[in-house]
């Protein structure tokens, strides 16, 4: 099993802040994932990079890939209440499975 | 129009029964997965298949037997339940084996009693 730790693990803050999420791994992923999970609800796909570096851009949310592909951040900016939600990254082996980090709890408050 | 649907939504049993969850998916894909999410929201992979063939066999107890009887249902049947059975199971699918976008279903969560 191939293990990605997330920090932090919860992390609570005001609307309108900023905050980044870390994916870190001593594996070498062929890609790597982002995922948002609301309460209730299965995991739906953020983004996905592949390339050693990548930089990707979806609205107020800027993804990373690191240069050694082994991890990744997830930085939002101005959060919103609709941000709230668990985040998981997943990284992918060469045979294409996935193994998902252990999750950053986000709550942001009006 | 609902992409991958898994029922029940929540099962409640005793330690020491035997219990399916059923999921569709209606998105034509060829692969499908079973993963288990545990209390702590660890959300790991138990099995996957193509064109309901086995691919993926996780390290899982051999109580745990995966169905399809057609690439667009793969069921899970759980024999002799255990209380560390506890958890939300999800399935998802996949358009293709090497296709990196899952499609997950809303989750079934078991309660061992």
């Known amino acids: 099993t191939q293990l990605l730790e997330q920090s932090p693990q919860f992390l609570s803050i005001q609307e309108g802040e900023n905050l980044t999420v870390y994916c870190n791994s001593s594996s070498v992923f062929s890609s790597l994932q982002w995922y948002r999970q609301e309460p209730g609800e299965g995991p739906v796909l953020l983004v996905t990079v592949v390339t050693g570096g990548e930089v990707k851009k979806l609205k107020r949310l800027t993804f990373q890939f690191g240069d050694a592909r082994k991890d990744s951040s997830l930085h939002i900016t101005a959060a919103q209440t609709g941000d709230t939600g668990l985040y998981l990254c997943a990284g992918a082996n060469t045979g294409n499975q996935f193994y998902f980090g252990t999750g950053t709890s986000l709550t942001v408050i009006p | 129009d609902t992409a991958v649907s898994q029922t029940p939504k929540y099962l409640v049993t005793q330690m020491g029964n035997d219990k399916s969850i059923k999921c569709e998916q209606n998105l034509g894909h060829d692969t499908m997965y079973w993963y288990k999410q545990d209390s702590k929201k660890f959300l790991k992979i138990m099995f996957s298949y193509n064109n309901k063939e086995l691919i993926i066999n996780e390290t899982v107890p051999n109580r745990f037997s995966p169905k399809s009887p057609d690439k667009a249902h793969l069921n899970l049947h759980i024999n002799s339940l255990e209380l560390g059975d506890s958890a939300v199971y999800f399935c998802?699918?996949?358009?293709?084996?090497?296709?990196?976008?899952?499609?997950f279903g809303p989750g079934t969560r078991l309660t061992v009693l």
């Open positions: 998802a699918s996949s358009p293709l084996v090497s296709s990196d976008t899952q499609y």
